[in-house]
Structure formats: C-alpha cells, structure tokens
C-alpha cells in the first residue's frame, strides 16, 4: 500500500520561507520521479516542481529561482523549500508521482502567505 504524507506547511509571511516534506511508504519512491503539486482555491491543480530518482528538477515558472526541491532515497523523502514567498504560493501542497497516480493523493498541507 502506498502512502504520502505531506507536512511542514502553516502560515509564513510574504518574502519568508517554508519546508515542505513528504515522506512516502511503498514501493513507489525509489525508482519514481516525485513531484509537488499545488492547489489554490478555485483553480487546478498545477504541478510545481518535479524531481528525478538521479535528481534532475523542473520548476515551474512562478516558482523558478524561489523554490528548491530535493530528495533522500535513503530515507524516501522528498522535500520543498520555498523561500521569498508571495501572496499567490497560497495553496494545499501534495507530493505524488510524475505524473501524478489519482490512487496517491494524501491530505496536503496547507500554506497560507499573508502580504
């Protein structure tokens, strides 16, 4: 059975910065690329920056340059830090795979970003 459990989000203030983990259970880590995907209210859910298993990233344009993604295959984790927040990163994050698995979506977490 697979899991994906997303923590670290809350409340951060625009300009500051943010963890996001997600710790994943299964078989599904290792060989996967992983992906942070993000979902404000009221619009899709967009994919925000992607990772492979050998560690080759993609960011998607409004995250470019703010945000870093990494990843332990050691300890199945793969992590988000968002730095120079904006009002519009408010959104519930989700880690999965890329691309995403409908069977894999966990909770989220949320991340507010007040001006």
């Known amino acids: 059975q697979v899991q994906l459990v997303e923590s670290g989000g809350g409340l951060g203030q625009g300009g500051g910065s943010l963890r996001l983990s997600c710790a994943a259970s299964g078989s599904i880590f290792r060989l996967s690329t992983m992906g942070w995907y993000r979902q404000a209210p009221g619009k899709q859910r967009e994919l925000v920056a992607s990772?492979?298993?050998?560690?080759?990233?993609y960011y998607a344009d409004s995250v470019k340059g703010r945000f870093t993604i990494s990843r332990d295959n050691a300890k199945n984790t793969v992590s988000l830090q968002m730095n120079s927040l904006k009002p519009e990163d408010t959104a519930v994050y989700y880690c999965?795979?890329?691309?995403?698995?409908?069977?894999?979506w966990g909770q989220g977490t949320q991340v507010t970003v007040s001006s």
């Open positions: 999965n795979k890329w691309p995403a698995m409908s069977d894999y």
């Open positions: 990772i492979t298993r050998i560690g080759s990233t």
